[in-house]
């Protein structure tokens, strides 16, 4: 973050300082992780799940701290001189739209129901070609994630690449005013955190808010693929960018071919070839593609930014163990991209068998059960070997894929994940290719993690 005094920031938030607190020092950074702390941070004591952050306010102070932030009704319970605000997650994302404002860097808001993460990287590695900037970590989209992501600018920035997004009504109208975005880009609409927002069309209600704020002068770049995503196009007073591989958006992809962990692209008779797995990435490759252009990065440029892109752990990661093609998907998953994800699995054809193994979708609510039960329907007749499935829906995707005519032998259900894990080494055989995807708190990266140790034994055993 661009150097403010404590001084500065306590007149920024409203604060009130309790004990001495150093009024000159200089804040560097802001973290929430006491553990996290560096020299000249400032440490925002939130409540936690378990724990409330004043706990560690003294444990802050020794690894360098120069302030403490607590909220007022915490104020009472911390002992360590401190600035008390009226509502610290209110102050953090005060200061981020402070650091936003002081900075001259053109901030990019990416959202979308699947897809953001991949097309907020997609873009920083074409931007970072001729220019100098930062995206969100990881993804830090939400009410916290995105003021950390803002505090990250530092003087001399060109851009900011700020992933956002939303799992009940009102969060991307809240998150836009602390990022402001001048560009932003929807990557898909589809059923995703269904208990928060009940239906399809109410998410198409939340993403229209990144762009229904851009200023006059600014650009919104929509998926034309999407007939949800296309049908906002009247809801912006910016310019309107469409990408997309049919119709006529204003970047059109005229070839896409894959070819097991690689994505080529045709626009406009050039070339990109990206190293990822899944052809459901055009829609991101197009995204980088379309504000590259606009930004003025030279075709060669955003080749050179795609071709050194690299996927997020657990963000459909190809890899090798030995002879398996393992797919790595066990980031999250919802309806939409675990769709992706047979279609991805699909195509690897020149492979012995075609396993694919799924958690739950989590976060769905009431339908929940109908959600499973749609996969299941569209796996009994997709081109796969086999199917595993574990998790508290697992009956509902059976039963979808045995009432669409799924053959009972191409699929199997386990009670957990241990158990699934267990019969790995008989279900799959060699030359196989394996998918493996669930939402994030399934933790199916222990099938992963089994499939490595399958094979380190294997090894072994040949070995002796």
Sequence with gaps: MQLLTVQEFISLVDGTVQGTVNLSATIEGCVIDSRQVRSGDAFFALSGNNQHGVQFCDAAVRDGAVVVVVDEQASAQCATPHVSVPDAEIALAMLANH???????????????VGKTTTRRMIA?????????????RNFNNHLGVPLSLLELQQGDEFAVIEIGASGPGEIRALTSIAEPEMAVITRIAPCHLRGFESVQKIQLEKVRIIATLPEDGVAFLNSDDPLVSELNKCTR??????????????????????KGQLRVVVDEHEY????????????????????????????????????????????????????????????????????????????????????????????????????????ASLASCQLDHIAVTGEFAPDLVEG???????????????????????????????????????????????????KLLQDQSSVRRAA
């Design 99 to 113: 650091n936003r404002r002081q900075s001259e860097a053109l901030v990019i808001g990416i959202t979308g129901s």
């Design 401 to 451: 894929f045995l009432s669409s005519g799924g053959n009972p032998n191409r699929i199997s259900e386990f009670s957990d994940v241990t158990m699934l894990t267990t019969m790995l080494d008989c279900i799959l055989s060699d030359d196989d290719c394996v998918l493996v995807k669930g939402s994030r708190a399934t933790e199916m990266e222990r099938v992963i993690q089994q499939l």
């Design 238 to 259: 910016a310019r309107v960018v469409t990408f997309g591989t049919s119709g006529s958006p204003d970047v059109l992809a005229t070839s896409v071919t894959v070819n």
């Design 125 to 137: 590695s074409v931007l970072e070609t001729i220019h100098t900037g930062i995206q969100s970590p």
């Design 273 to 376: 070839v990206v190293p990822v797995c899944g052809r459901h990435n055009v829609c991101s490759v197009l995204a980088a593609i379309a504000v590259g252009m606009e930004i003025g990065v030279s075709v060669e440029g955003i080749q050179d930014g795609l071709r050194k892109f690299q996927s997020e752990p657990g963000r459909c990661v190809l890899s090798q163990l030995g002879t398996w093609t393992v797919i790595d998907d066990t980031y999250n998953s919802s309806p939409a991209s675990v769709s992706a994800a047979i279609r991805t699995l699909e195509e690897f054809s020149s492979c012995n068998h075609r396993v694919l193994v799924l958690g739950d979708m989590l976060d769905l609510g009431d339908q929940a059960a109908d959600q499973h039960y749609g996969i299941g």
